[in-house]
Nanobody, 126 residues
Framework: QVQLEESGGGLVQAGGSLRLSCAAA????????MGWFRQAPGKEREIVAA????????FYADSVKGRFTISRDNAKKTVYLEMNSLKPEDTAVYYC???????????????????WGQGTQVTVAS
């Protein structure tokens, strides 16, 4: 069982930055793929970024490429999402998720991820 807790959301002006953190609780490490998803009101949950355990390799949605950076600190069992040049369309609840079945192969569907945090609200004002 993995418990994930996000932090770092908030209200920011367009063009600003936020850093989200996802801390994993439990006796074992997070030796698998971790991802960030988001869900805006009236829209489906979508993947934003994901990172493998080793290398590591990363994936970014086209909408955030060049603006967001995902990283991880396995010793701290924490995954980060650095968000720069934020736009009003980035407004959503952001969720951290874990895919324990995969260590290095990044999957993109929310149904592939077994563990989820409670979410943190990110609001970008225009």
């Amino acid at each position: 069982q993995v418990q994930l807790e996000e932090s770092g959301g908030g209200l920011v002006q367009a063009g600003g930055s936020l850093r989200l953190s996802c801390a994993a609780a439990g006796r074992t490490g997070i030796n698998y793929v971790m991802g960030w998803f988001r869900q805006a009101p009236g829209k489906e949950r979508e993947i934003v970024a994901a990172i493998s355990w080793s290398a590591p390799s990363t994936f970014y949605a086209d909408s955030v490429k060049g603006r967001f950076t995902i990283s991880r600190d396995n010793a701290k069992k924490t995954v980060y999402l650095e968000m720069n040049s934020l736009k009003p369309e980035d407004t959503a609840v952001y969720y951290c998720a874990a895919d324990p079945a995969r260590r290095d192969t990044i999957r993109l569907e929310s149904t592939d991820y077994d563990y989820w945090g409670q979410g943190t609200q990110v609001t970008v004002a225009s």
